[in-house]
């Protein structure tokens, strides 16, 4: 029997799973600030649910997350303090993050999102590290996929070049 068989909670974390994990910690860490600070920005309803369901995920990813680094040994980083609540009215026109451009940005933070699960996952020896992330990566698809309805419906999605010119069936 060896080290990487058995229960994988009993098997040490590999570099990559510890970088890959505590960098995710982190980054979350920094996005819940700024989008409790969208969340001051945004107007629309439909949009402002969608912050709010971003923030409430990741620190459910963090919850899990710092259980995993705690019961390896690894120190925590540093988190941002929660950001007050501010009545829109206060901020600026000229200061303000508009609808469209928080939208851009959580859509974004979406995609590589997906890409950095699917990196941890490919880097996994852990099968329930892999199963974690593989969890993170469906909800971030879903997150993606309402935000992508959103824009749509709203207008806000701004498409690369169409190609509509499509060879002729003879």
């Known amino acids: 029997m060896g080290i990487l068989s058995g229960n994988p909670q009993d098997e040490p ?4 799973e510890v970088f890959g994990t505590w960098t995710h910690l982190t980054t979350n860490n920094g996005l819940i600030a700024a989008y409790q600070a969208f969340f001051n920005h945004a107007g629309d309803e439909k949009l402002k649910k969608l912050i709010q369901e971003a923030i409430e995920g990741m ?24 950001r007050p609540a ?28 997906l890409v950095a699960c699917s ?22 698809a879903q997150l993606g996929a309402k935000l992508l309805k959103l824009n749509k419906e709203n207008g806000w999605l701004i498409p690369p070049p169409l190609h509509v010119q499509r060879p002729v069936k003879e």
């Open 13 to 16: 974390m590999h570099y990559g």
């Open 59 to 82: 620190k459910t990813e963090n919850k899990q997350l710092e259980e995993l680094l705690k019961a390896n040994g690894v120190a925590l980083p540093p988190s941002s303090p929660e």
């Open 86 to 113: 501010a009545n829109l009215e206060d901020i600026p026109v000229g200061a303000r993050f508009t609808d469209q451009e928080i939208s851009a940005a959580l859509s974004m933070d979406a995609a590589a999102g």
């Open 119 to 140: 990196q941890v996952m490919g880097q996994c020896i852990r099968e329930d590290i892999a199963m974690m992330y593989g969890q993170f990566h469906m909800d971030k």
